[in-house]
Each structure stands twice: as C-alpha cells, then as structure tokens.
C-alpha cells in the first residue's frame, strides 16, 4: 500500500487484484481459464507438467498446482489480494516441472500496470511471450545531473539474486546512433573526463548500464537507462527517478516459436483514500439507511438499485454496515421487502435480489471460520482419499463399481450432513440475528404453512452456504488449491445432495432425522447468547511457510534463518517444523507489544518484519511481499487492544552489540522510529470503513446518470394521477415513496459533489505528472 504523492492530504493508495482461473458458484454460470496450445516438450512424450505463478514484477506472490501431462492445462485457480507495494508489470508464467532439474520456464504474459483496467471484468486470451533475462528489468534508478558532471544517487526496487538482495554498480558510456565513443566509468565513484563537438550534442546520448557483482560466478545484467545529452544542456542541475529499460530496449527478433495461449479473468481496482473526515458525511447518510422508511428510500437501497453491477455494490455495502453493527436491521429491511413480492412459500428467498446478496456476501465475510471448523476436516479426508462417487452410467470409467460408488457417497453425505446439524454452537452471532429475523418475517407472511420458518433460514444456510463451500472449497481458503477434476465431480454430488437434503420437501422424504434438523435451524435463528461463540474457543487467523531468524543457537558463530511453519489463531501466535506437529515456539497474542517492518538493511534480506514481544523481537522473512503484508496486517489487527503497546520502535535489528538505526548500545533501549498506528478493524473482518466510503463514492460517481434517471423519476411520479400504467423510463426502479427517495437523492448529490472537490484536486496534479527523467517530477512517478 504506498502512499499516495499528489495530493497533500491524501492517506494511502489500496489496489485490489483478482486473478480468476475458474469461477464456480451455484445457481451462477461457469467462468473458466486455461492454457493452450503449449510448446511440445522435445522428446517421445511430448506433454508437460504444468503450473503458473502470478507475480509483481519479477517477484513471485501465488502459484497454481501441478496440472500433469498436457499441453492445454486447466487451472482451476482463484486468488484475490490487495497490492501491498508499487509496481510496473503484472505478470504471469507458465512452468514446466521438473523434479530432478530447475522448472522450465514455458513463456509468460506481461501487464503493464495502466493496461490492467483495459483487461479488468473481461475473459482474454493472451500470447505466451518468451523469457528473456534481458527483458526482466523493472526497477528504478536515481540520477542527478549537473553540467557536466553525472551522479548516480541511488537505486531503488532492486531484483533479489539467489534470495539476496544485489552488489549494483554501474558502467557509463557515451554514445551516439551509429558510434561509440568512449566509455566514461566503471563504478559510482571513479571520474572520467571528455569533449565532444557543439554540432554533435543532438547525436548523443549517456547510457548506464546497471549489473549485480556475481564474485565467482558471471555479472548479471540488471538494466540500462538512455538519456540524451541535449537534455542537460538547458539546465545547470537536473536530478530525476529513471526505470530501468531491458538491453536494447527489449527489442527481439520478430520470429518466435508460437509458445502458446494463456486466458486470464482479471478483476483490478485502485482507490485513492482521503482522510476519515472527508467520508464523514457520506457514511453517516449510509449508516442512516436502516432507519430510513420505507427502506427502498435509503442511500443504500438507492445505490444498489443504480449500480449497473449491483454485486460490485453489495460488498463495501455490507463491509461498511457490518462495521456499525447496522448490517441486520438493513438486511431484514430489505428482506421485507423480498417478501412482499414473494407470492409462494416455495419460492421463498431463492431469487438473485439485494437482500440475498446481501446475505450472501454477509456468510462470507463473518462465516470463515465456521466452515474451517465444520466442514474443513471432512474436506480434507474427501480430498486426500480420492475415491469415487460418480453414480452416473454414462461417466462411470472402467472397473468402476456404482454400488460401491453409491455408498461411498452415502458415507461422505451422511457425515457431512451430520457434522453441519451439530455445527449449531459455532454458528457466528451475527448470522443466527439475521436467520432469527428473517423467520420471524416467514411466518408473519405465510401463517398457514407450518414448515416456512425452516424453508426461510434453510434456503440460506444449505443453498448459499454449505453447499456452496462444499463444491469450490478453495473459494473459502478451505483447500489451498482447487480440486482435480475427479475430486471436483465428487464434490459436486455432495453438494448437490446437500442441497436437497436441505430443503423441507426432500428432507420429509429422507431418512435423516427430522428432529435434529429442527432442532439445528432452531438454534442458528434463536437471538439467545451461546456461550461458545464467544471468546472460548480461539479463532484460527492464519498460517503458512516462512523463514525466521534463530532466537538463540548459532551456526559458525553466527544466527541463520530456518524455514517453519507459523500458525496464528485469537490466543497465540506458534511455529512449527511441519505441519501438524507440536509447536516449538509460542507467542502469547496479549504479550505483543508491536508488529513492525524491518528494514532490509538489517540482514540483507526483503519483505522482513518483526514481532515485538515481550521477551526477544522475532524477525520473521516472509515468501513475497503480499504474503509479509497479509502477515503484518493481521497480526497488528489482533494485538492492537493489547495493554502495554509500544509508542516506537526500532526499524533495524540489534546486531554486534548496537541498534543498526539509531547505534543505541543498549538492547533495552527506547525505540527510535514512531510505530504505524493501525486502521482499528474486527479481528475476524479486515474492514477499512474509509476505503469501503471511498469505494461506494466511486460507485455513485460512476452511476451519476442512473441516479439523474430516478430523480426525475420521483418527480413523475409525485405529480403523475392517472391509473395509467407507469412510463418506462422509471418502471425499472423500486420507488415506493417518491418525495422521501427524491430528498434522499438529493443529499447523495450533494455529498457527492463535496467529495469531487479533493478528488478532482488529486486528479489534476496526477494528470500534470511529469513522466520517468523530467525535472518537473523529480521523483518521476506517482505511487
């Protein structure tokens, strides 16, 4: 997340990125990735074992599992991340696999960062592109020129080579288009002098060649950077950021072997955050939405009514309301409204309207950790078993024993669905509120049918819930990978038979206990406190592969790193050698005093940060920078009411008997570096309420034509007298009360056009911005 320069009271710039292989939910169509038409492996067996990785610049962040022998591999891969840093390309690379050599790299596909809205919300086949060392440069250099006299100041976004960071230094010569002149200097330091004739200035150019000290093995080419002489000629001192170009600008013979396709389904948004009192009226406009009567006269009905992708709408929605505890009684509002229309008892709740949506995305964002508790072993041992259920003749394969399969599926369906009636006392709060309401609401509408205070909390907790987690467990960060196809049929049919059980209908039929499932959707919709879905029972947060430094053996005298395996739930943060087993070392979460970065400095390594605890500080070196980030982000957010909190810290390790940052001698000394005061958050839900503002000012803005559309529809209406059938240019919207909707409009407008001002402000400067060189922009971009 780096800060936003342009605009001197913006906060921070926050990108999302959503790199979608395969889309799967229930009730909704398919959207699917893939690659294709690989590169043939030279030998007998032509296909490959292939994977994908995602990366920001040259830097690693996901990879997808092993797709075995095929040249048209479909991923199966889903992952959202915010982007902690900035960047210059989104990358893609396809692998070959090799368990005895290094991974073949097939070819790649490469995004530019100001193309990424072009491809965002859209399904794209991309040309698989060569890998080229050469052509791997995107990082910056800092250069300051005086007449006649060049100083290389400083390098910034180097590669890691090997896991280290580099040994840079720099060659500079003078050339022109067709001759070379003279090379100038070998190192930052050394001083070369030369002349050149006043007609031949326009010709020429100093290039700089950047590259890492290999020592032992060959210099590695890190980039080159080509500025005309007659740049300087104007001005006494000109001091800029240049980005670093491949070798010969990248430029490659046109002839390539046909590499293969890759299709990506990219979703990409960035936001530019102002200070919290901007959003003031905004949020309080949205936070009064519950109150407002009817409710499809509010702010957040309205926006959702406007919105021309109204799922874009429903999760900053539903993330800011659930932030001000307001999420029920707008859901239930809207809920009431559903029902209304709703003219069968069998059709209750299964549409695609605001209120299921809402709902939906609710289950999602408060019910992680119910599904890991409930379903995540079960899915585990369906997984790692692979044995088949598939009960349809036609796809049976040969050898396979359908009465055998039959009962296979029997015996998953039976202990899932066991598992989940006796799940009750794990059920969130907030769900069990909402389920409460709404069969409260079922049965004041349909009073003469007995079953629809189930039917209304089933068609949520099964449908869209369980069963939706069942068939694409990845989604819910339940598997770290989606299924192989195999797996995926398997747990379709579970989800499927999921489904059916949960409806009231089928499940009079079955021979599953009635009572107990009574008795499930009983407690999930009962207001009445369960005592463990308190505190009692820690939460499991996050866990993953990293590297920490040793706290206290050595090795040659000195402390190295190891890799663990670290593991944070509510209580306690641990790491282990492996997986499962016993923890070597705990870290009370109410012993955090701070959770910091560190700088790389310290022991030359990226994307470090440090644990400060009560006893010894942990430094811990994560994977890439989006998973240090994650790492830091949730660790800040569940320490920070902890007593005892540190006001500073120190940004650099105590090494060799002294603070590398301040050179303070004493261990126990005061931290010389303010610690980053955290956005306060629930621990469980990572909600920023000024993004989520921001967010939904940006959907008005960008609906401002449809917003103008109702509000001369409420102008209609409120002097229209006719029994005539409504004209169509406003039949589309829910207008239940035209003179409230019509002022609720209005003040969208009006909060809205006090937002412009800033935004506009913003917005100007960043389109005034000099590019990479200019003494305008002396830092050369806008982060």
């Known amino acids: 997340m780096g800060s936003v320069h342009g605009v001197a009271k913006s906060r921070r710039q926050l990108s999302d990125f959503t790199f979608t292989f395969h889309f799967s939910c229930i009730g909704e169509g398919n959207r699917s990735s893939e690659a294709k038409n690989l590169l043939p492996y030279l030998g007998p067996n032509k296909m490959r074992d292939c994977f994908c990785t995602i990366n920001l610049d040259q830097e690693e962040v996901y990879r997808t599992q092993v797709v075995e022998k095929s040249l048209s591999p479909f991923f199966s891969e889903e992952f959202y991340f915010e982007i902690p840093r900035t960047f210059q390309y989104l990358s893609f690379y396809v692998y070959d696999k090799n368990v005895l050599q290094r991974d073949l790299r097939i070819g790649k596909v490469a995004i530019k960062k100001e193309d990424l809205c072009n491809h965002s919300g859209k399904e794209t086949w991309f040309s698989l592109q060569p890998v080229d060392s050469n052509s791997e440069v995107q990082i910056v250099t800092h250069r300051k020129e005086v007449k006649n006299e060049l100083i290389i100041l400083a390098c910034h976004g180097l590669p890691l080579i090997n896991g280290q960071s580099c040994d840079p230094y720099a060659t500079v010569s003078l050339v022109d288009i067709k001759n070379f002149f003279t090379k100038l200097s070998s190192s930052y330091t050394r001083k ?14 100093i290039r700089i060649d950047l590259w890492n000290n290999g020592n032992l093995v060959q210099d590695v080419f890190l980039g080159e950077i080509k500025v ?9 001192s000109h001091q800029a950021w240049y980005l670093l170009q491949p070798r010969d600008n990248g430029n490659k013979s046109s002839k390539t072997d046909d ?9 990409y948004t960035e936001d530019y955050v102002l200070p919290s009192e901007y959003y003031g009226p905004l949020k309080t406009l949205l936070l009064k939405s519950p109150d407002v009567q009817p409710i499809s006269a509010s702010a957040a009905y309205i926006l959702g009514e406007i919105c021309r992708d109204k799922n874009d709408a429903v999760l900053p929605l539903v993330r800011l309301l659930l932030h001000h505890d307001k999420l ?6 809207v809920a009431e409204l559903d029902l209304k229309e709703t003219q069968d008892a069998n059709t209750i709740f299964r549409g695609n309207s605001l209120a299921t949506r809402c709902l939906d995305e609710m289950m999602k964002i408060v019910g992680g950790h119910y599904l890991k508790v409930t379903l995540k072993p079960i899915l585990d041992e369906i997984c790692e078993s692979s044995k088949s259920c598939e009960i349809d003749p036609i796809k049976l394969k040969e050898g396979d ?8 599926l029997r015996y998953y369906v039976d202990k899932l669905f066991s598992t989940i009636v006796k799940s009750s006392m794990s059920c969130p709060t907030v769900m069990c509120d909402i389920f409460y309401s709404l069969r409260q609401m079922a049965t004041q509408r349909f009073p003469n049918d007995p079953h629809v205070q189930y039917s209304a909390v089933s068609s949520f907790v099964f449908l869209r819930f369980f069963a939706v987690a069942v068939v694409s467990p990845h989604t819910f960060h339940l598997r770290p990978h989606h299924p192989d196809p195999q797996t995926i049929r398997t747990l379709t049919l579970i989800s499927k038979t999921i489904q059916t059980l949960g409806s009231w209908g089928s499940l009079s039929k079955s021979k599953v206990s009635v009572t107990l499932y009574c008795f499930f959707l009983d407690e999930i919709s009962s207001t009445e406190t369960k005592e463990s879905s308190g505190t009692s029972e820690p939460v499991h947060l996050k866990e993953g592969e990293m590297y920490k430094r040793a706290q206290g053996r050595t090795r040659i005298g000195k402390k190295n790193f190891k890799k663990r395996w670290f593991c944070l739930t509510s209580r306690e943060l641990t ?3 492996q997986p499962g087993k016993d923890a070597i070392y705990t870290i009370p979460v109410k012993n955090i005093l701070a959770v910091e970065k560190l700088e790389e400095s310290s022991f030359n390594k990226k994307n470090m940060f440090q644990v400060i605890h009560t006893e010894k500080p942990l430094y811990v070196q994560a994977n890439n920078c989006v998973e240090a980030n994650e790492w830091i982000d949730v660790l800040c957010r569940v320490s920070r009411c902890n007593q005892n909190r540190l006001s500073s810290y120190h940004p650099s390790a105590y090494l060799n008997g002294s603070w590398l940052c301040c050179l303070e001698t004493s261990e126990n000394a005061l931290g010389c570096k303010p610690c980053t005061a955290g956005v306060p958050a629930d621990i469980q839900i990572d909600i920023d309420e000024d993004r989520e503002t921001e967010r939904i000012y940006s959907l008005f803005t960008l609906s401002l034509l449809k917003l103008q559309k109702m509000e001369e529809a409420c102008g209609t209406i409120a002097v229209y007298q006719g029994p005539q059938k409504e004209p169509d240019d406003y039949s589309n919207f829910v207008i239940e009360d035209s003179v409230t909707t019509f ?3 209005q003040q969208i407008k ?16 960043r389109s005034s911005s000099a590019k990479y060189g200019s003494k305008e922009n002396p830092i050369g971009k806008i982060f």
């Open 750 to 765: 009006s909060v809205i056009e006090k937002l412009d001002e800033p935004h506009e402000k913003y917005r100007k400067k």
């Open 192 to 205: 070369s002098q030369f002349q050149v004739e006043e007609e031949d200035i326009e010709k020429l150019e």
């Open 743 to 745: 002022k609720t409009i």
């Open 259 to 267: 590499l293969g396709s890759l299709r990506l389904n990219i979703c």
């Open 575 to 577: 790491y282990h050698k």
């Open 328 to 333: 029920v009684p707008f859901a239930t509002a």
């Open 228 to 236: 005309p002489v007659n740049v300087l000629r104007n001005d006494a």
């Open 401 to 408: 024993n359908v009465e055998n399969n039959k009962e296979n």
